[in-house]
């Protein structure tokens, strides 16, 4: 998903010198305030004050902690405005985006609020020699490493659930947003949550080390790349202890001879160009059935290059800047070594300049196997496009990734998008819609892409403790 490395080498030297993290506009590279990082001894303080704040948050009763998960959506929505606005300063997002981020989080705030204890109701196992008791119980401290690209909704998903479930949490926010990340810590402290409940950690690699290592954190949830993941999850298992990894994507969009082209075109747009592409369900591979192909593609062209850029805080702005000038210039490395490789670029394919964090809408044809085009996440709004003869063949192509995140299928046969969904490997597929996130239903993927899922019923049984009370008759 995200391509910065949050867990690197170990760093933990006491002489290790002071880091600032930066809060920078991608929109015109103006440094908006600097934060010192927390020294080791602030992050192992902190741990300390979770570890002892569960014992008494997991005795609270759910209608107290539901109470405080309303109240938290409430502020949501009292705050809409300062939260979207800081989105937009610190990775550019545009404005109407950022709102419905955050009405996003204020409902997943509300669905566990109001199914969180339905959900972690004790289950009857029925059996001959007595009957067993399944209970829910939570596991303790729990470490949260997020990234930039959805800087509310990110972190409510990772929360929310844990928070109801009786859990505490630690985040550790991206360095590229300390503001979204301060004004969620106002957010959750001004909701009732008691300290060291909710504890935001302004650190680095080094400190996010510290924190996987320590025996009193009982759970790590990452997001990030793929990479990343890899290290957070070989680093927290040296420690025996769990983790959910929601990792990168290269969804497939694939489009059938039946399908609706007004519909799908629509659809196309959408899935692509939601926070500028950089999303790990963003639309990737635009998989099209020769016969409509071409039409498809002048269509979505024509669509895409219609869209203004401009200053994400204007309203009417249609394309925004990547959230840092690195990223941009990582995709346009990408787009280059693809059209090296043979791709052709039908529409943008650059940066207005080296300086840039804008990178233009782009749409790539004769996407070949072996280019990053067909084999990387490419994190922005560059659409591949490939031609298949039939049905089989775009599953075929579909599958043929080492993601597994999200997917959608276009055709106005319903059942027949069921049967090709059912077949095409990922965590989640969508029928005449990109995959999205709901807060209602479960988000995660398979393969590379990661395990565990997170929003919906399944999201807040990810970090409870599933225990076992039986009593065997006597005779057994």
Not at 419 to 428: H, L, P, Y
Request: aromatic share 8%; with cysteine; hydrophobic share 40%.
């Amino acid at each position: 998903m995200v391509t910065s490395d949050p867990v690197k080498a170990h760093q933990n030297q006491p002489d290790a010198k002071p880091v600032q993290l930066r809060s920078v506009n991608p929109f015109n590279g103006q440094t908006l305030k600097t934060y010192p990082e927390m020294a080791a001894e602030e992050v192992d303080a902190a741990i300390a004050t979770a570890h002892e704040r569960f014992a008494t948050w997991r005795r609270v009763p759910f209608s107290q902690r539901a109470a405080v998960l309303r109240r938290a959506a409430v502020l949501c929505r009292e705050r809409i405005e300062e939260l979207a606005r800081f989105m937009t300063l610190e990775m550019g997002k545009r404005l109407a985006e950022g709102r419905k981020e955050v009405e996003l989080c204020a409902r997943i705030f509300e669905y566990y609020a109001q199914r969180g204890e339905e959900l972690l109701r004790p289950e009857s196992i029925p059996s001959p020699l007595g009957a067993g008791t399944l209970v829910n119980e939570p596991l303790g401290v729990i470490f949260g490493i997020q990234p930039w690209n959805y800087p509310c909704y990110q972190v409510v998903r990772f929360a929310a659930p844990n928070l109801m479930a009786g859990n505490v949490v630690l985040l550790k926010h991206s360095t590229r947003v300390p503001q979204c990340a301060e004004a969620l810590d106002r957010l959750f402290q001004g909701a009732g949550f008691p300290a060291g409940v909710y504890t935001n950690l302004m650190v680095t690699n080094r400190g996010t080390n510290r924190v996987v290592d320590d025996d009193r954190v009982q759970g790590v949830s990452f997001t990030g790349s793929d990479s990343s993941g890899a290290k957070v999850a070989e680093r927290a298992g040296r420690s025996i202890k769990k983790t959910i990894l929601e990792l990168g994507g290269s969804d497939p969009f694939v489009v059938l001879e039946d399908a609706d082209l007004n519909l799908t075109i629509d659809r196309a747009v959408q899935g692509k160009m939601t926070n500028m592409g950089q999303s790990c369900v963003a639309a990737k591979r635009f998989i099209l059935v020769q016969s409509l192909s071409s039409e498809f593609v002048d269509r979505f062209r024509a669509r895409l290059g219609a869209l203004k850029m401009g200053d994400p805080l204007d309203e009417s702005t249609g394309v925004a800047p990547l959230s840092s000038v690195e990223a941009a210039a990582r995709l346009e490395e990408q787009v280059n070594r693809s059209v090296s490789g043979g791709a052709q670029v039908i529409l943008g394919g650059k940066r207005p300049s080296p300086q840039s964090a804008f990178f233009e809408p782009t749409i790539l044809t004769n996407v070949k196997k072996g280019t990053p085009a067909y084999d990387e996440e490419l994190f922005g709004p560059v659409a591949a496009v490939m031609v298949v003869p039939d049905e089989q063949a775009a599953i075929a192509v579909a599958n043929d990734t080492r993601y597994g995140l999200g997917g959608s299928v276009y055709t106005r046969d319903i059942e027949r998008g069921r049967r090709v969904a059912n077949q095409i490997e990922a965590g989640m597929v969508y029928i005449n819609h990109p995959a999205w996130i709901y807060e209602d239903m479960p988000f995660g993927g398979i393969k590379k892409s990661g395990y565990g899922r997170e929003c919906g019923p399944l999201g807040i049984h990810e970090f409870a403790n599933e225990k076992l009370i039986r009593n065997i008759h006597p005779a057994g």
